[in-house]
């Protein structure tokens, strides 16, 4: 069986979280993301949020003036960032729920119930040439939501199933895997390019990264984590090392 290669876009918020913590201009997000990019990276993933507790505005422009890959820019689904995609236009753009007290995002987006909201800034994203992704639960339903909306990507939301992993829940883990697995299975069916992410680690990411649907896994925490003990490159090459071995082992 054939399997195309997995891509790794690496989100450098956290980069952006140390730099904040002390002020200043260091260390920078966007030497961050060239190292990412010169390590193996494909892409490279930053969220604006609303409250900018990481990210700022003159990261996502450094970023889209300097990198020659793709940038994902994640946003809240609102008016403000919707006319800071377009004035930027990146690759793509990746609708994310977003709540101010929470520490990071915790689940994927209500694309049934706030198809109201969403139709009309899907739209405007989309007539400005940026392609659009919706962060998302792992439901066949959801899926479905999601092609209905006319979004062309859905991010499968894989904390949970993380979480499972980080609980060694044999029973759990099991269950997230086959939501994961069926979702995939499903959206790609009807036409939607499947992507995935949040939590993984080298030590989750092998059963996501086999599943052939799925094209691209979106890794932030982990990677900058690691950086901490082995370097930015290194970690990025370790996680690349993890997908690719997987992704083989799937072709099988």
Known sequence: ?????????????????????????????????????????????????????????????????????????????????????????????????????????????????????????????????????????PEPAVMEAARALGAPVVELHTGSYCEAALDGDEAALAHELARIRRAAAHGAGIGLEIHAGHGLTTGSVGPVAALPEILELNIGHALIAEAIFVGLPQAIRDMRAAMDRARTGSAR
């Open 1 to 137: 069986m054939s399997v195309s290669q997995l891509r790794l876009g690496v989100n450098i918020d956290h980069v952006a979280t140390v730099r904040n913590a002390r002020g200043g201009s260091y260390p920078d997000p966007v030497r961050a993301a060239h190292l990412a990019v010169d390590a193996g990276a494909d892409g490279i993933t930053a969220h604006l949020r609303e409250d900018r507790r990481h990210i700022r505005d003159a990261d996502i422009a450094a970023l889209r003036a300097s990198l020659a890959v793709p940038l994902n820019f994640e946003m809240a689904a609102t008016d403000e960032m919707v006319r800071l995609a377009i004035d930027t236009r990146p690759h793509a753009a990746c609708l994310v729920p977003e709540k101010r007290e929470e520490r990071t995002t915790e689940g994927g987006l209500d694309i049934v119930g706030g198809r109201a909201h969403l139709a009309p800034r899907i739209r405007a994203l989309a007539e400005a040439g940026i392609r659009v992704s919706l962060f998302v639960e």
